[in-house]
């Protein structure tokens, strides 16, 4: 049985970068402004987690490493609506599945105490102790990653540093998706010593000046702000009988490069999409975008930092386990939308 259960819930954290996505959604669901990474050896020694945000209930400190045990869904019609970025109540489960898994945490109710919380492979409290810190928010520290399972630790210490580049990838896609928060991130050397290698003031922040924060000086060059916006797109939806949204809106929000500019043709590692505040995959949308952009700029690709907004009843963001792929309803029609608007935004930016 023990066997089956870590099959199961190791899906989730196949990777170092799913185990940072995890514990930076719970941070930013428990509404902290304030989130700091620290990687100790690219994640291979401990990975950390440190948030300001509101802190774990008293009464979730027993189930909270339970399999489908979360806070967030009250009942299953809401699962539709749902704006958190967990809801499944399987990510905290599974990393105690693949690694050894330590909280700290205080809440309102517990301010100043805060409580540290051990949990074991099952997710099954195995130790509490309680101190005074002053300090409200959650602290997650995991040790060990794959330490029962010979052939991904071999394969993770082998690909390390490979595994810690792609996790501050998707960590600037969080940083750029949430400008409002204040992240930090660390990382520590084998010599011990502590590096700073992200940060971002948090606050009211202008995307241009986060993308200077991650990528220097250059980082706002040629960039244009973007919003396109769609409000007509209900009436169109109301012929197909089966599926009505009670609301729609299309926003897609944020910064594009001017089609005078732009990087290389074949790079495009600075292009991000977020739907609904979550980074995603979307290779559609994305290609869309590209293709839009090169009709007016043959030569380059463009920068780009975007938010989709959408109405929840558009989105299926049950599709992977870690989420980052979304499916949208009605896709073709939506992704219609945004080519035609991107066209009319550089049409007439060029005249
Ligand atoms: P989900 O996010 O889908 O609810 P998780 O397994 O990721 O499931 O987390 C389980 C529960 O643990 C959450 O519902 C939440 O109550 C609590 N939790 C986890 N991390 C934090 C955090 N950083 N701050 C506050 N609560 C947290
Ligand atoms: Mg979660």
Same mark, same amino acid.
């Given at each position: 049985?023990?066997?089956?259960?870590?099959?199961?819930?190791?899906?989730?954290?196949?990777?170092?970068?799913?185990?940072?996505?995890?514990?930076?959604?719970?941070?930013?669901?428990?509404?902290?402004?304030?989130?700091?990474?620290?990687? +100790?050896?690219? +994640?291979?020694?401990?990975?950390?987690?440190?948030?300001?945000? #509101?802190?774990?209930?008293?009464?979730?400190?027993?189930?909270? #490493?339970?399999?489908?045990?979360?806070?967030?869904?009250?009942?299953?019609?809401?699962?539709?609506?749902?704006?958190?970025?967990?809801?499944?109540?399987?990510?905290?489960?599974?990393? #105690?599945?693949?690694?050894?898994?330590?909280?700290?945490?205080?809440?309102?109710?517990?301010?100043?105490?805060?409580?540290?919380?051990?949990?074991?492979?099952?997710?099954?409290?195995?130790?509490?102790?309680?101190?005074?810190?002053?300090?409200?928010?959650?602290?997650?520290?995991?040790?060990?990653?794959?330490?029962?399972?010979?052939? !991904?630790?071999?394969?993770?210490?082998?690909?390390?540093?490979?595994?810690?580049?792609?996790?501050?990838?998707?960590?600037?896609?969080?940083?750029?998706?949430?400008?409002?928060?204040?992240?930090?991130?660390?990382?520590?050397?084998?010599?011990?010593?502590?590096?700073?290698?992200?940060?971002?003031? +948090?606050?009211?922040?202008?995307?241009?000046?986060?993308?200077?924060?991650?990528?220097?000086?250059?980082?706002?060059?040629?960039?244009?702000?973007?919003?396109?916006?769609?409000?007509?797109?209900?009436?169109?939806?109301?012929?197909?009988?089966?599926?009505?949204?009670?609301?729609?809106?299309?926003?897609?929000?944020?910064?594009?490069?001017?089609?005078?500019?732009?990087?290389? !043709?074949?790079?495009?590692?600075?292009?991000?999409?977020?739907?609904?505040?979550?980074?995603?995959?979307?290779?559609?949308?994305?290609?869309?975008?590209?293709?839009?952009?090169?009709?007016?700029?043959?030569?380059?690709?463009?920068?780009?930092?975007?938010?989709?907004?959408?109405?929840?009843?558009?989105?299926?963001?049950?599709?992977?386990?870690?989420?980052?792929?979304?499916?949208?309803?009605?896709?073709?029609?939506?992704?219609?939308?945004?080519?035609?608007?991107?066209?009319?935004?550089?049409?007439?930016?060029?005249?």
């Amino acid at each position: 049985a023990k066997d089956v259960s870590r099959i199961t819930s190791g899906q989730v954290i196949i990777e170092l970068v799913s185990a940072v996505k995890e514990l930076i959604d719970n941070s930013i669901d428990a509404g902290a402004d304030k989130i700091e990474v620290t990687f +100790g050896e690219y +994640g291979t020694k401990f990975l950390e987690i440190t948030d300001n945000g #509101c802190g774990i209930d008293v009464s979730d400190y027993e189930a909270l #490493c339970l399999k489908y045990h979360t806070s967030k869904l009250s009942s299953f019609e809401e699962l539709s609506l749902v704006s958190s970025l967990g809801f499944r109540g399987e990510a905290m489960s599974s990393l #105690c599945s693949v690694a050894t898994i330590s909280v700290v945490t205080s809440s309102k109710s517990t301010f100043p105490r805060a409580t540290q919380l051990t949990y074991d492979n099952m997710g099954k409290l195995k130790n509490k102790k309680s101190s005074v810190t002053g300090k409200k928010g959650t602290s997650v520290t995991m040790t060990d990653l794959f330490k029962d399972l010979p052939v !991904r630790l071999k394969n993770f210490n082998k690909h390390s540093k490979r595994e810690y580049t792609k996790s501050l990838s998707l960590i600037i896609a969080y940083l750029l998706a949430y400008t409002n928060i204040r992240f930090t991130v660390f990382s520590i050397g084998a010599n011990g010593r502590r590096q700073m290698v992200l940060g971002t003031p +948090g606050g009211l922040t202008k995307l241009t000046d986060v993308m200077v924060s991650v990528y220097g000086s250059n980082g706002q060059y040629g960039l244009l702000p973007l919003e396109i916006e769609e409000l007509k797109i209900e009436a169109r939806f109301r012929l197909n009988t089966d599926y009505a949204p009670t609301k729609l809106a299309l926003k897609l929000l944020g910064v594009i490069s001017d089609s005078s500019f732009g990087m290389g !043709r074949s790079s495009t590692d600075r292009q991000f999409i977020s739907i609904n505040k979550r980074p995603v995959v979307h290779k559609k949308l994305a290609k869309i975008i590209n293709e839009v952009y090169r009709s007016f700029n043959a030569t380059q690709s463009p920068v780009f930092v975007l938010n989709l907004e959408l109405d929840t009843h558009f989105l299926d963001i049950n599709i992977t386990p870690d989420k980052r792929s979304v499916m949208i309803h009605t896709e073709e029609l939506i992704l219609d939308v945004i080519r035609e608007q991107l066209t009319a935004f550089y049409e007439s930016k060029n005249n």
